[in-house]
């Protein structure tokens, strides 16, 4: 019983320890989740009335409390009416998100197999659309389109792409160094505030980028431009060195240096890129005009 007693007393010493690392973990996921969404606003949200009810409470503004208590619970349901695409994200999240699973990332050398094929699309004017699936599992998107499992060459891809074959205007989904699928079938965007100019692949690929973390790599059959979609915001006409830059950074975590979106002008200071980065929701309409 000696060694019992010996694991029960470390047990009480690191108990404290192992019990606010979960918890730190949890609520560090439960941001991420959060920010990948744009549920953050649903946050500040609360966070404004939290504040606004601890102030009527620490003066006794008794009115202002009778009020709020009255417009609670009528406050919580317009909440979950009002943030429901994005409290269902949040959840669909949860049950498909594969967080202790290491990121299988693609290697530079097969970014820039990926970037080289759009480089050729795009001066083809040919569309193209790759998705770079990272945590959260898009299985059903993948069940949609024809199963290939190849090894990444631009070649392939500008196969795919440039001629009229049954998987030209599906997406090709690449993950762990492999083409696992061609002609998938993305979700469409949900949000409304985007100008009719941009196709079908700009839509799906901002479709695709509000639910998962997934990098969508879309180029243009009309114009040519070569954008990336992720986290809800489309990133338009890019050159290719920015392209894989910011695919390196975003699939490669050793890579990534603090905020990915603080990043992208450095990435090209002098392509003006600052008027290239279209927020999904933005109310600035003359932004989505295709160039």
């Keep these: 019983m000696d060694w ?99 990121d299988r990332k693609p290697r530079l050398g097969q970014l820039e197999a990926v970037v080289t094929a759009a480089e050729i699309l795009s001066r083809e004017k040919r569309g193209m659309l790759v998705v770079f699936p990272k945590r959260i599992n898009i299985r059903n998107v993948i069940e949609t389109g024809t199963r290939l499992n190849a090894d990444i060459s631009s ?16 997406a090709m989904i ?31 690929s901002l479709g695709m980028s509000e639910q998962s973390d997934a990098v969508i790599l879309v180029v243009s059959e009309e114009t040519g431009a070569i954008s990336l979609a992720y986290d809800a915001k489309l990133y338009y006409d890019l050159s290719p060195l920015e392209v894989t830059r910011k695919l390196r950074e975003l699939l490669d975590p050793g890579a990534r240096k603090g905020d990915p979106d603080a990043a992208l002008p450095e990435v090209a200071a002098d392509a003006d890129i600052g008027e290239k980065h279209f927020s999904a929701v933005s109310h600035n309409k003359d932004a989505f005009v295709e160039r």
């Design 155 to 170: 070649s392939l891809i500008v196969t795919v792409f440039e001629f009229d074959t049954p998987l030209h205007d599906g």
């Design 4 to 102: 019992f007693q010996r694991f029960t007393l470390v047990y009480d010493l690191v108990r404290p320890i192992v019990d606010v690392a979960i918890l730190a973990f949890l609520l560090y996921k439960a941001y991420e989740l959060l920010v990948r969404t744009q549920a953050m606003q649903l946050v500040k949200g609360a966070g404004v009335l939290a504040l606004v009810y601890g102030i009527a409470v620490l003066f006794k503004l008794s009115t202002l409390q009778w009020i709020l208590n009255i417009l609670a619970p009528g406050l919580f349901v317009a909440i979950a009416i009002v943030f429901q695409p994005e409290l269902r994200k949040i959840i669909l999240r949860m049950g498909q998100g594969e967080f202790f699973r290491p």
């Design 174 to 204: 690449i993950q762990g160094g492999r083409i696992l699928a061609a002609g998938c079938f993305l979700p469409l965007s949900e949000q409304q505030d985007i100008r009719k100019s941009f196709g079908t692949r700009h839509r799906a």
